[in-house]
């Protein structure tokens, strides 16, 4: 059985705890006790170092830990920087430094997403008397150089790593053992709601709470698109919502139910397929097909819309959407032995800067009821 760790947020937060705890006492804490809010339950955090810095500053330094998972941030130092005074209004006041990427198109403000907002705030907010203010700095001294390993770019983020996420307990999201742990919460979900939202990563789980969709009616897939359909049918789910990457999901289009990139990749030939079925010249679809990734594809699209007028950004991807909608049921349909109707899909796709593409017809009847 594989071992779960934390994320990001939750050592960002013990180190904060830590720092806070320095300026207060002058002495170290050896272990600090985190509330992960997401799920309800207690975390003890080891610090690594602590020092003041100043009468007004203290530094703490604790290390990853995410797990079985393999996730490349394990064992990088997190370094949280506590300053007594705010610069808002709010009595946390939280900041990325270096390694902490930046958002384009928000003003490259920090990567600093909302479930670790809360973690930070309230965390914190119980060790601060009414009257106090604190300004935290969280610093990963090697996120520069392991951002470049990630598809953080894809989404718009620079310069560094995401705190992201929507719980702190970290998990393997491709081995086996972590499909048996999503079929379990699919399970538990299933018997509760008609109505589910598949979300094949953070990113869908973090807009669609923000568009908001009940999270408890949230499901993580990761990879496991295919397996994931397959049983919640069988569990009797009547709709499924399919919220994710459009470099993702688009490859259901093309009947790949296992997304991972090293399983299979039909994007350019999924996308350059539909560009042709909606009558666009060869010399367009040539590009679109020689496209280094899908973000870049869709640009292309889009400075066609701009500068002919055309309008190729909503038939192209209104006809992928449609096919991710139909090929989804046709997936239940071929492994439902029961002679029972399948579940309806309905499918929304998302650009680098969490921007909604398209919904397809049956995900605008879905969220009419979901939000």
Known sequence: MTRSGYTLPVFACAGAMAALHWLRQGKPLPNVAVDLITPPQIAEIPIEQVAGLSENIALAITRSDPGDNLDLTRDTPIWAMVEWGGETESAVTIKG????????????????????????????????????????????????????????????????????????????????DQLAAFRTELQQKASRFHSLVFCIGENGLDLAQKLGINP????????????????????????????????????????????????ADGRREILAAHCALAGMQSSDIQVIF????????????????????????????GAIAQAIDTRSQEYMESHNNRGTEVAKCGSILFDRDRKIIVKSKTACFLTGKLC
């Open 290 to 317: 020689n496209s280094a990734t899908a973000e870049a594809a869709l640009k292309y699209l889009r400075e066609l819309d701009t500068s002919r007028g055309s309008d190729w950004v909503n038939l192209v991807y």
């Open 216 to 263: 408890e009616q949230l499901v993580k897939t990761a990879n496991w698109l295919g397996p994931m359909l397959v049983e919640a049918d069988a569990l009797g789910v009547k709709e499924i919502l399919l919220f994710g990457y459009h470099g993702k999901l688009l490859k259901l289009a093309g009947g790949i139910f296992h997304t991972h990139h090293h399983l």
């Open 97 to 176: 430094g270096e390694g902490i990427g930046k958002i384009l198109n928000a003003d490259e403000q920090s990567a600093i997403y909302s479930y670790a907002q809360r973690l930070l705030q309230e965390n914190l907010q119980r060790m601060l008397t009414p009257s106090e203010k604190i300004t935290v700095t969280i610093i990963l001294p090697f996120g520069r150089s392991l951002a470049v390993r990630t598809s953080n770019a894809a989404f718009g983020v620079v310069e560094g790593l995401s705190l992201l996420g929507t719980t702190g307990i970290s998990q393997p999201l491709s081995s086996p």
